[in-house]
């Protein structure tokens, strides 16, 4: 049975987006990305909502996992192409080798299947997504980073209080924190 694990790196102020919907805040330093390798290396399958994968795909598959980017870049760019991807979208028609579209109808029953099919962790991104698969969540991952944006599109945007248990944390020499949490 798999996990499934919320992830979304964030500002210091709970955001994944600033103001604007960019994103170019979160640069992180190599510790960050080594952390996030060793995390995806292990990973069975990535749910993705349609903006998180459309952010993710083409750095990931084309612009780093080619010669002359970073070491660090370029592994995580083979494990993000080697791990199949499921994107829960309603207006995605098609989608390279590898990736799965998956209708926002079906997104529970989908969902629920393959966290009883697949052993592993299920990492599961886009806030969206996560606010309609919230009680399929085991775990909800944030990393920090160092930087202060003011507003934007938060981590999880629920419309209830949802108690949590912090169960590991730690910084990095970069000044990002990493909190692991599972329901209270």
Same mark, same amino acid.
């Given at each position: ?48 909502? +349609? ?61 629920? +299947?393959?966290? +009883? ?68």
């Amino acid at each position: 049975m798999g996990k499934v694990i919320y992830w979304m790196n964030t500002s210091m102020d709970g955001y994944i987006e600033d103001p604007k919907g960019g994103m170019d805040f979160m640069d992180p330093d190599e510790d960050f990305r080594q952390a996030a390798n060793d995390h995806v290396r292990r990973t069975a399958a990535f749910l993705f909502g +349609r903006r998180l994968y459309e952010a993710m795909e083409k750095p990931w598959t084309q612009d780093l996992g080619k010669e002359g980017a970073p070491a660090l870049e370029r592994e995580f760019a083979q494990f993000y192409k080697e791990t199949p991807q499921y994107v829960f979208s309603d207006t995605l028609q098609t989608v390279p080798e590898g990736v799965t579209i998956v209708r926002r109808k079906d997104a529970v029953s989908a969902a629920t +299947r393959l966290k +009883r099919e697949i052993d592993g962790t299920l990492q599961l991104g886009g806030p969206e997504l996560a606010v309609s698969l919230l009680d399929l969540i085991d775990e909800f991952w944030v990393y920090a980073l160092p930087v202060i944006v003011g507003g934007g599109k938060p981590y999880l945007p629920v419309a209830e209080k949802l108690r949590l248990r912090l169960v590991e944390h730690r910084s990095f020499a970069s000044g990002t924190m990493f909190r692991r949490y599972v329901r209270s």
